[in-house]
């Protein structure tokens, strides 16, 4: 597949320092290489507030149509979110597409989607994110002949059937009520089989999926690309002690993603909000880790599951050419590709979370092999002796504190 000729537009309003903006544009770049397209140029203009018609100045548009002609440039995308008439102006005046971050990562979403209900969601964020821009793009969306951006439902004549595009966005949330409620009814028999749940977090391209993948010996997709998960994957985690989890790989977090996109995918990240524990994988050689740690924490506090335990897991140090402070306690500093490190790391969780349960002291008939299985693997035992003359396990371990054998 040839790859697109795109030109990058940004804003930089005053209250934005030169850092950020250069994180942020450093981010779209490489969105757009995941999106399969090639980066020729990225125009910065500063200004108080972006043209409320086309953007940016007239003056830095007429340098943006030269390199256009001169480059061959096939798609123009903006840092921001464009507005309908910003965006109709900027094709008309540019005679080139025009697409803004939020479709950009829109895109991947498409192209990243595996299952039912992921395809079903990013059609979802992308029908909602299009409604209000209808009479934007109309004219331009009827002759989309394909590329960056025009992947799901930008393809169809979008302008010509408002009713229909609403009449398909209540069909979508109908059938993705059925595919959470089937959601719903797997993580509540988890919960009645006394089963613990840890969640992978993390800004997109931490290693999450490195770090799923190793410790459970999986073949979740694991790419140096932004957003290569993107469907929720669950798999058993077995720890030193005998103890067993559910561990789930989420879909990666970023900053400034599209509205639509966070309201469509809330019932991914549902996982999230059923976990008992959580891994906040952060990418330590990132220069911008620091954002990114309070991007997810933000998120996290949104989806109210800023009161579960959490490691904060400082990723790629075998990468890492400089010494750094966590900023979030508890933290481990490791490698997910080092079998040494995910040792240490399962050892510290048991730590955590005996710290978080109760102690619990059981006496247990050695003709009872059942009990003794389900503790070894529901709880984090510290200590078993057996009673020869009465035949008895002694049991002593850690707990969830609304775990049944401290109700019987």
């Given at each position: 597949?040839?790859?697109?000729?795109?030109?990058?537009?940004?804003i930089q309003k005053h209250f934005v320092a030169d850092e950020q903006i250069h994180y942020s544009l450093k981010e779209l770049v490489s969105l757009t290489n995941t999106a399969k397209g090639n980066v020729k140029h990225t125009i910065l203009q500063k200004r108080e507030h972006p043209h409320p018609a086309l953007?940016?100045?007239?003056?830095?548009?007429?340098?943006?149509?030269?390199?256009?002609?001169?480059?061959?440039?096939?798609?123009?995308?903006?840092?921001?979110?464009?507005?309908?008439?910003?965006?109709?102006?900027?094709?008309?005046?540019?005679?080139?597409?025009?697409?803004?971050?939020?479709?950009?990562?829109?895109?991947?979403?498409?192209?990243?989607?595996?299952?039912?209900?992921?395809?079903?969601?990013?059609?979802?964020?992308?029908?909602?994110?299009?409604?209000?821009?209808?009479?934007?793009?109309?004219?331009?969306?009827?002759?989309?002949?394909?590329?960056?951006?025009?992947?799901?439902?930008?393809?169809?004549?979008?302008?010509?059937?408002?009713?229909?595009?609403?009449?398909?966005?209540?069909?979508?949330?109908?059938?993705?009520?059925?595919?959470?409620?089937?959601?719903?009814?797997?993580?509540?028999?988890?919960?009645?089989?006394?089963?613990?749940?840890?969640?992978?977090?993390?800004?997109?391209?931490?290693?999450?999926?490195?770090?799923?993948?190793?410790?459970?010996?999986?073949?979740?997709?694991?790419?140096?690309?932004?957003?290569?998960?993107?469907?929720?994957?669950?798999?058993?985690?077995?720890?030193?002690?005998?103890?067993?989890?559910?561990?789930?790989?989420?879909?990666?977090?970023?900053?400034?993603?599209?509205?639509?996109?966070?309201?469509?995918?809330?019932?991914?990240?549902?996982?999230?909000?059923?976990?008992?524990?959580?891994?906040?994988?952060?990418?330590?050689?990132?220069?911008?880790?620091?954002?990114?740690?309070?991007?997810?924490?933000?998120?996290?506090?949104?989806?109210?599951?800023?009161?579960?335990?959490?490691?904060?897991?400082?990723?790629?140090?075998?990468?890492?050419?400089?010494?750094?402070?966590?900023?979030?306690?508890?933290?481990?500093?490791?490698?997910?590709?080092?079998?040494?490190?995910?040792?240490?790391?399962?050892?510290?969780?048991?730590?955590l979370l005996i710290n978080h349960w109760d102690f619990y002291k059981k006496i247990v008939q050695a003709s009872d092999g059942k009990l003794l299985q389900s503790l070894l693997q529901q709880t984090i035992i510290h200590e078993e002796t057996f009673d020869s003359e009465k035949e008895v396990y002694i049991v002593?371990?850690?707990?969830?504190?609304?775990?049944?054998?401290?109700?019987?």
């Amino acid at each position: 597949m040839t790859k697109e000729n795109v030109l990058i537009i940004a804003i930089q309003k005053h209250f934005v320092a030169d850092e950020q903006i250069h994180y942020s544009l450093k981010e779209l770049v490489s969105l757009t290489n995941t999106a399969k397209g090639n980066v020729k140029h990225t125009i910065l203009q500063k200004r108080e507030h972006p043209h409320p018609a086309l953007y940016m100045g007239k003056g830095k548009l007429e340098e943006i149509q030269e390199l256009i002609e001169n480059d061959n440039i096939d798609l123009v995308i903006a840092n921001d979110e464009l507005t309908a008439t910003q965006m109709r102006n900027l094709q008309k005046y540019l005679e080139v597409r025009v697409i803004d971050r939020s479709q950009l990562i829109l895109d991947i979403f498409a192209q990243r989607a595996y299952t039912k209900e992921g395809k079903l969601q990013v059609e979802l964020a992308q029908y909602q994110y299009m409604l209000p821009r209808l009479h934007g793009q109309g004219q331009h969306l009827s002759r989309l002949g394909g590329g960056i951006g025009t992947r799901g439902p930008g393809e169809t004549k979008l302008e010509s059937d408002r009713r229909h595009i609403n009449r398909r966005i209540n069909e979508i949330k109908r059938q993705l009520e059925t595919v959470v409620n089937q959601r719903d009814q797997y993580r509540k028999r988890r919960k009645r089989n006394k089963v613990t749940q840890i969640a992978i977090v993390g800004y997109t391209n931490a290693g999450k999926s490195t770090l799923f993948n190793r410790l459970t010996q999986s073949d979740s997709l694991e790419e140096d690309q932004l957003f290569a998960t993107l469907d929720p994957m669950s798999r058993q985690l077995k720890f030193p002690s005998g103890f067993q989890a559910i561990i789930t790989d989420t879909v990666g977090f970023m900053q400034d993603l599209p509205t639509a996109l966070i309201a469509a995918f809330r019932s991914t990240l549902e996982e999230v909000k059923e976990a008992d524990f959580i891994y906040h994988v952060v990418d330590s050689t990132h220069p911008d880790k620091e954002q990114h740690q309070q991007t997810v924490l933000r998120l996290l506090s949104d989806l109210e599951v800023d009161h579960l335990p959490i490691l904060t897991i400082y990723n790629k140090n075998d990468k890492l050419r400089e010494n750094f402070i966590p900023f979030s306690q508890p933290s481990l500093k490791m490698s997910a590709l080092n079998q040494l490190d995910r040792l240490r790391l399962l050892k510290e969780t048991e730590k955590l979370l005996i710290n978080h349960w109760d102690f619990y002291k059981k006496i247990v008939q050695a003709s009872d092999g059942k009990l003794l299985q389900s503790l070894l693997q529901q709880t984090i035992i510290h200590e078993e002796t057996f009673d020869s003359e009465k035949e008895v396990y002694i049991v002593q371990g850690y707990a969830p504190n609304e775990h049944s054998l401290f109700y019987d």
